[in-house]
C-alpha cells in the first residue's frame, strides 16, 4: 500500500513563498500521477496541480496559475508543490493524492475522484 506524507506547510505572510513536499513510502513500485488539492474551512476539496509520472504533463487550477510550480524527484520518490507571491484566499490544508497508470502514461487530473491513496494533509496559512 502506498502511503504519502505532506510537510513544509506553516504561516507566511502574504507575497512569501513556502514549497510544500510530498513523500512517498511503502508500495512505490509502479508508475504514479500525483495531485496537489485544498481545502479551506467551509469549502470543499479543490485541485490545485498535477503533475504526470514521468512529469511530462503538468496542470494547474487558474487560480494558481503562474505563481505555484509542481515538480517531482522519483528517484526519491518526492513530489514537489513549490507556492511563491502566497495570498490569503491561498490559506488551506493541502494534500497531494495518488493514482496508479500505466507506463509511459501522459496523463495527470485535479479530480479528487481520480486518486485512491491521499496524504493527511499540511496546513498553509497565509496572514499579516
Known amino acids: 500500500q502506498l502511503q504519502l506524507v505532506e510537510s513544509g506547510g506553516g504561516l507566511v505572510q502574504p507575497g512569501g513563498s513556502l514549497r510544500l513536499s510530498c513523500a512517498a513510502s511503502g508500495f512505490t513500485r509502479g508508475y504514479y500521477a500525483i495531485g496537489w488539492f485544498r481545502q479551506a474551512p467551509g469549502k470543499e476539496r479543490e485541485g490545485v496541480s498535477c503533475?504526470?509520472?514521468?512529469?511530462?504533463?503538468?496542470n494547474y487550477a487558474d487560480s494558481v496559475k503562474g505563481r505555484f510550480t509542481i515538480s517531482r524527484d522519483n528517484a526519491r520518490n518526492t513530489v514537489y508543490l513549490q507556492m511563491n507571491s502566497l495570498k490569503p484566499e491561498d490559506t488551506a490544508v493541502y494534500y497531494c493524492?495518488?493514482?496508479?497508470?500505466?507506463?509511459?502514461?501522459?496523463?495527470?487530473?485535479?479530480?479528487?475522484?481520480?486518486?485512491?491513496?491521499w496524504g493527511q494533509g499540511t496546513q498553509v496559512t497565509v496572514s499579516s
Open positions: 493524492a495518488a493514482v496508479p497508470v500505466p507506463y509511459l502514461s501522459r496523463w495527470c487530473s485535479m479530480l479528487t475522484n481520480d486518486f485512491g491513496s
Open positions: 503533475i504526470s509520472h514521468f512529469g511530462g504533463i503538468t
